[in-house]
């Protein structure tokens, strides 16, 4: 195992580009709200770096890229709230309709979570992802039987990088802070460990907004979920 398990009790991971790599339909779903709106397709690429915050403000990041690319309105204009009402809507309505159709487990992950549970530890799952489609992802991808909790963006009134989420968890499980890890790909992952008194785990294949993962100074980095057990 992984010194950075010693005397851990939880791991709490982030789903999207830290487990799965859902850009795919994340992107598919993003082109299909904008043209709806009539407006150009963002493209994996883009999806990539808008990825962490949750499905509004990936939302808000596409119709800001979109609209600077008519040169309408600056980059830092907040689209006006009623045309992004509309694309958030579409983009639900669009993602939820399979929102695993392209969406692949990184290597290593399976490895460990199979370890980390036969070893007893409790596995959670906190995600800024609406909570909506938590259960149909990880059915599909067969990962659900895994995590005794799971959290959505949408669980609390607070997401990462808030820490509320975390402490959601550790209070739970009546777990000491001390003894849980956050793993993720975020920036918004690490901040969130380290203010809920976790230890933290980096993975630097995901999606952070175009930085390295290692500028957040999370406890460790592994290449692969793999190396953790
Ligand atoms: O912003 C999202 O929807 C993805 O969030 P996650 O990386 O916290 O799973
Ligand atoms: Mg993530």
Known sequence: MHPILNDIRLVTFDLDGTLVDSVPDLALAVDAALAELGLPAAG?????DWVGNGS??????????????YGEVSPKEVPDGALLER??????????????????????????LDA???????????????????????EGLGLAEYFA????????????????????????????????LMVGDSRHDIEAGRAAGF?????????????PVHDS????????????V
């Not at 949408?154 to 499980?173: G, Q, T």
């Open 44 to 48: 994996e690429e883009n999806v990539r």
């Open 87 to 112: 694309a958030h809507v579409a983009f639900l309505d669009h993602y939820g309709r399979d929102p695993g159709a392209h969406t692949r487990l990184y290597p290593g992950v399976r490895e460990a």
């Open 149 to 180: 909790l799971c959290l959505g963006g949408d669980s609390l009134p607070e997401k990462k990088p808030d820490p509320a989420p975390l402490r959601h968890v550790a209070a739970h499980f009546d777990v000491s802070a001390a003894s849980c």
């Open 199 to 211: 230890r933290t785990l980096a993975v630097p294949y995901g999606y952070n907004h175009g930085e």
């Open 116 to 138: 980390l549970r036969n070893r007893g530890l409790i596995l959670a799952l906190v995600t800024n992802k609406p909570y909506a489609f938590i259960a149909p992802l990880l």
């Open 56 to 69: 509004l403000v990936l939302m808000e990041r596409a119709l800001r890229s979109a609209i600077k690319a």
């Open 217 to 228: 100074a999370p406890d460790g980095v592994v290449e692969s979920l793999a190396e953790l």
